[in-house]
T-cell receptor
Framework: GAVVSQHPSWVICKSGTSVKIECRSL??????MFWYRQFPKQSLMLMAT?????????EQGVEKDKFLINHASLTLSTLTVTSAHPEDSSFYIC?????????????FGQGTRLTVV | DAKTTQPPSMDCAEGRAANLPCNHS???????VYWYRQIHSQGPQYIIH???NNETNEMASLIITEDRKSSTLILPHATLRDTAVYYC??????????FGAGTRLTVKP
């Protein structure tokens, strides 16, 4: 199957600093990428939809100025958590959907565990 | 706002078939049924998807009822490595993928 790579796999940062997470589709092009957040023992919650070359669409309750998303190419999207605080500690997961229709499945990265201390 | 209902947990004996049900009574004609699973601290893994017909691949089989209001994911010979949370998702072709609570499957020796 198609491969989506996230980097880093885990990161620890100090409160008030910013952290950038990369999501790459390694063997396919993706016009749309999705960012999710998952707290312990909970399901994945969609944060935003990222379209190549345009602004991301954020879900209700997700601060667009805090979670900056850039999708500059068909194979790369980045999520920057700005001025991170301990409550932002979570498991962040991206997914990418290959070009094409007919019920195309989305592929997920391995996730990034963010710990803010 | 997931459109699916799944039992919160299920157990299965190793080597036996695991049958995971999913209700999606409000599914529309152009929505697909997708199944993913998530092993602890990993990203979700695609399993299978279908629209109307039953589907089978190397991982599992997907049985969709004729009225499409429910489906069953079948793992024919469950192993301990199949222990995971299984998510049933319905979505239109180019829409985003939203997760419900899923079913925590525990395969026991």
């Amino acid at each position: 199957g198609a491969v989506v790579s996230q980097h880093p796999s885990w990161v620890i940062c100090k409160s008030g600093t910013s952290v950038k997470i990369e999501c790459r589709s390694l063997d396919f092009q993706a016009t749309t990428m999705f960012w999710y957040r998952q707290f312990p023992k909970q399901s994945l919650m969609l944060m935003a939809t990222s379209n190549e070359g345009s602004k991301a669409t954020y879900e209700q309750g997700v601060e667009k100025d805090k979670f900056l998303i850039n999708h500059a190419s068909l194979t790369l999207s980045t999520l920057t958590v700005t001025s991170a605080h301990p409550e932002d500690s979570s498991f962040y997961i991206c997914s990418a959907r290959p070009l094409g229709g007919g019920g195309t499945e989305a592929f997920f990265g391995q996730g990034t565990r963010l710990t803010v201390v | 706002d997931a459109k699916t209902t799944q039992p919160p947990s299920m157990d299965c004996a190793e080597g036996r078939a695991a049958n995971l049900p999913c209700n999606h009574s409000t599914i529309s004609g152009n929505e697909y049924v997708y199944w993913y699973r998530q092993i602890h601290s990993q990203g979700p893994q695609y399993i299978i998807h279908g629209l109307k017909n039953n589907e089978t691949n190397e991982m599992a089989s997907l049985i969709i009822t004729e009225d499409r209001k429910s489906s069953t994911l079948i793992l024919p010979h469950a192993t301990l490595r199949d222990t995971a949370v299984y998510y049933c998702i319905v979505r239109e072709d180019n829409n985003d993928m939203r997760f419900g609570a899923g079913t925590r499957l525990t395969v026991k020796p």
